[in-house]
């Protein structure tokens, strides 16, 4: 069984404005079009069973939209494999009451993104959420790291990772790309003292960039993207080499490590070669690429 942790898809009548934007402040070039049933051609395809999709509210308003989104997809795509986690802004006071709505409605995680909601990862009011989150079985994914789109900004750094973790010691917490995307060496020496659940999302797949924008990206009729005019380079210098990869992963357990392919951002077949090509055994591969997200998700 393949479980995919980590991927992200847009309502059909905003996605192209949505995938535009992140176009635009990243300069990455998405693989496959950004739609829940673009998603599932995609599993299809690379012999996905599950995906989890992970939206971002990045401004308390979208709420109420963005989570009853997330139930209505559970909703229709259950068949496909397809699970929708919600999520909560910072600035969402009424998180507690969200929160159990969630879980009614069959919910099971919630992400967080510090960077795209403007919110360092330790403020008290993302503790407060993770707190209760905890207290009602939920699932915690979060970014980790740097974001392609806005570098330097330090909102998930490991220090900061670390005051979460003291405060309200989360069970169930994932912090994306490989615990926190551009920190490498000093994730590597916090899971000499930390417990860190992980998915390799954006780490060890290869990157597409654009570096003109000559005519708009189209997409083919089997789903994957027609770069037409768009020049692209692949730009793999802030990913993990395979060694400090296999070192992460057996620092932090093979156990506490989920497959995450970001799409749109990558290919899901190719994020799961990745992992498979990069010097774990077959067991450890097993586990990164669907037994530890069944006992979470299934």
Same mark, same amino acid.
């Given at each position: 069984?393949?479980?995919?942790?980590?991927?992200?898809?847009?309502?059909?009548?905003?996605?192209?404005?949505?995938?535009?934007?992140?176009?635009?402040?990243?300069? #990455?070039?998405?693989?496959?079009?950004? =739609?829940?049933?673009?998603?599932?051609?995609?599993?299809?395809?690379?012999?996905?069973?599950?995906?989890?999709?992970?939206?971002?509210?990045?401004?308390?308003?979208?709420?109420?939209?963005?989570?009853?989104?997330?139930? =209505?997809?559970?909703?229709?795509?259950?068949?496909?494999?397809?699970?929708?986690?919600?999520?909560?802004?910072?600035?969402?006071?009424?998180?507690?009451?969200?929160?159990?709505? !969630?879980?009614?409605?069959?919910?099971?995680?919630?992400?967080?993104?510090?960077?795209?909601?403007?919110?360092?990862?330790?403020?008290?009011?993302?503790?407060?959420?993770?707190?209760?989150?905890?207290?009602?079985?939920?699932?915690?994914?979060?970014?980790?790291?740097?974001?392609?789109?806005?570098?330097?900004?330090?909102?998930?750094?490991?220090?900061?990772?670390?005051?979460?973790?003291?405060?309200?010691?989360?069970?169930?917490?994932?912090?994306?790309?490989?615990?926190?995307?551009?920190?490498?060496?000093?994730?590597?020496?916090?899971? +000499?003292?930390?417990?860190?659940?992980?998915?390799?999302?954006?780490?060890? =797949?290869?990157?597409?960039?654009?570096?003109?924008?000559?005519?708009?990206?189209?997409?083919?009729?089997? +789903?994957?993207?027609?770069?037409?005019?768009?020049?692209?380079?692949?730009?793999?210098?802030? #990913? !993990?080499?395979?060694?400090?990869?296999?070192? !992460?992963?057996?620092?932090?357990?093979?156990?506490?490590?989920?497959?995450?392919?970001?799409?749109?951002?990558?290919?899901?077949?190719?994020?799961?070669?990745?992992?498979?090509?990069?010097?774990?055994?077959?067991?450890?591969?097993?586990?990164?690429?669907?037994? +530890?997200?069944?006992?979470? #998700?299934?």
């Amino acid at each position: 069984m393949i479980i995919d942790f980590h991927t992200h898809t847009f309502p059909e009548k905003i996605e192209e404005k949505a995938i535009s934007i992140l176009c635009g402040n990243s300069g #990455l070039v998405p693989y496959i079009k950004g =739609t829940v049933a673009g998603l599932a051609e995609s599993m299809r395809q690379s012999g996905v069973d599950y995906s989890v999709i992970l939206p971002i509210v990045t401004n308390p308003a979208q709420l109420d939209t963005i989570n009853s989104t997330a139930i =209505t997809i559970n909703e229709l795509y259950a068949d496909k494999g397809i699970i929708s986690f919600g999520s909560i802004h910072p600035d969402n006071h009424n998180y507690s009451d969200v929160i159990k709505s !969630l879980v009614r409605n069959g919910i099971k995680g919630i992400k967080f993104h510090p960077v795209y909601q403007e919110v360092p990862f330790d403020d008290i009011r993302y503790k407060r959420i993770i707190s209760c989150a905890c207290d009602n079985d939920l699932i915690i994914q979060v970014h980790g790291g740097y974001d392609v789109g806005f570098p330097g900004v330090d909102f998930a750094s490991p220090s900061r990772i670390k005051n979460v973790i003291n405060d309200t010691k989360p069970e169930k917490m994932i912090m994306a790309h490989m615990g926190a995307w551009g920190y490498w060496d000093e994730i590597e020496e916090m899971l +000499n003292e930390y417990k860190l659940l992980m998915d390799t999302s954006f780490s060890i =797949t290869k990157v597409r960039k654009q570096i003109n924008e000559k005519n708009m990206t189209t997409i083919t009729n089997d +789903n994957t993207m027609k770069i037409g005019g768009i020049d692209t380079v692949e730009d793999n210098s802030c #990913l !993990l080499s395979n060694e400090q990869f296999v070192r !992460l992963v057996r620092l932090a357990g093979a156990q506490n490590v989920f497959y995450g392919s970001d799409s749109p951002w990558s290919m899901q077949s190719e994020a799961i070669d990745a992992v498979k090509q990069s010097g774990l055994d077959d067991s450890e591969i097993k586990l990164i690429l669907g037994e +530890n997200a069944a006992k979470l #998700l299934l």
